[in-house]
């Protein structure tokens, strides 16, 4: 039976034990800073993680399983793609079974990732927000950080590749965590770890992270301000928030609230001018706020490709007008702000 058919299958293996995945998880929170909230995050993910609940998880699940076995030569975490392996780590015929595997895994959207010469040409290309944001934050070198809304994971291994000491992401779509564990079948165990968590899920008050990340986050929370009420309350006192977001053109005090969708996307709260959020942030007694870069996202970053077949950035704008949304709305543009809890 081929993998594909074997795909069909709709409920996860019983030798598939959710809590197994995140045995070295606890192990290396237990050593880490982070050990007092180790029980929390396991009880958090006993209860957050039943993969049977989504219908496709079974087949993902042995898209990963079907990945073969290669020694990698090497790995690089500061390439635009990250890299895993090299296209002589394995032959034509095992490159042809980790590619059908990876396919399996279909929409890859932030990337992009090259695994033993197999370049997956994801959605998004998110090196680029990585380029734009990397000259600014403070050096992750033997921090612990956490990446909220992780996606693929694919700015985990790039924070690694800054030297970070423990990398978390969070992220609740299944998918994700899938595509995370197939890349990560490649690079042996790291300090990265991707949890099928949501922000709401964490402990309260832990005050412990060097460095937190929210990307491409805070216009799917209905209150942003509590968002970031969160997101300070997870940093240590003068730790670093790198928040990413959609933004609009206006004053302080205007924000974007999009009667229905905005861009084709569903569930878009708040898109606030620059001068809004960081009146926000202030609000929210952090320090040091400053906007580091504002960029309009082009149809070359955000694309269908191979590895993305499904509507994209050219499809969620107006035909006629690319300033404007499907919808008449601002089209797309992101700031990344910089700031520290007090
Ligand atoms: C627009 S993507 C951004 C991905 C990545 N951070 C980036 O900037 O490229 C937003 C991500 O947030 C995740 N997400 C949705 N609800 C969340 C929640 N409650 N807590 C954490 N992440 C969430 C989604 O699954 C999705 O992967």
């Known amino acids: ?46 209860q957050q993680f039943v993969p049977d609940q989504h219908g496709d998880f079974a087949r993902w699940q042995s898209c990963v399983e079907a990945l073969p076995p290669v020694n990698v030569s090497q790995c690089d975490f500061t390439a635009d793609s990250v890299t895993v392996g090299t296209p002589g780590d394995c032959d034509d015929a095992t490159r042809q079974r980790i590619e059908t595997a990876l396919r399996g895994l279909h929409p890859w959207r932030k990337g992009p990732f090259n695994v033993c010469g197999i370049q997956i040409d994801t959605e998004w290309r998110s090196d680029w927000k990585w380029q734009r944001l990397q000259p600014h934050i403070q050096s992750l070198k033997n921090r612990t950080v956490l990446d909220i809304g992780c996606g693929s994971g694919y700015h985990l291994w790039r924070m690694l590749g800054e030297g970070a000491a423990l990398t978390i992401g969070i992220d609740p779509s299944l998918l994700f965590t899938r595509q995370f564990r197939a890349i990560e079948h490649f690079t042996g165990p ?65 924000a974007l609230v999009p009667e229905g969708r905005y861009g084709r996307m569903g569930n ?75």
């Open 1 to 46: 039976m081929s993998m594909v058919d074997q795909a069909g299958a709709n409920s996860t293996p019983s030798s598939f034990d959710p809590m197994q995945e995140f045995t070295r998880f606890a192990e290396v929170m237990r050593r880490s800073a982070l050990a007092p909230w180790t029980d929390a995050f396991m009880q958090a993910l006993e």
């Open 190 to 254: 790291q300090p990265v770890f991707h949890l099928p968590l949501g922000i709401e899920h964490l402990p309260p008050d832990m005050h412990a992270f060097d460095t937190v990340f929210s990307m491409g986050v805070l216009y799917h929370r209905r209150s942003p301000l509590d968002h970031l009420l969160e997101l300070r309350e997870l940093l240590r006192p003068g730790g670093e928030l790198v928040l990413e977001t959609l933004i609009v053109d206006g004053p302080e005090g205007y």
């Open 268 to 342: 878009v709260w708040f898109l606030p001018s620059v001068p809004t959020l960081l009146a926000w942030l202030k609000k929210m007694r952090f320090r040091n706020i400053r906007c580091v870069d504002v960029t309009p996202t082009r149809i070359q970053e955000q694309r269908p490709t191979d590895w993305m077949t499904f509507q994209s950035l050219p499809d969620f704008l107006d035909p006629n007008d690319s300033s404007k949304t499907f919808e008449g709305y601002p089209a797309p543009v992101r700031a990344i702000i910089l700031a520290e809890a007090p």
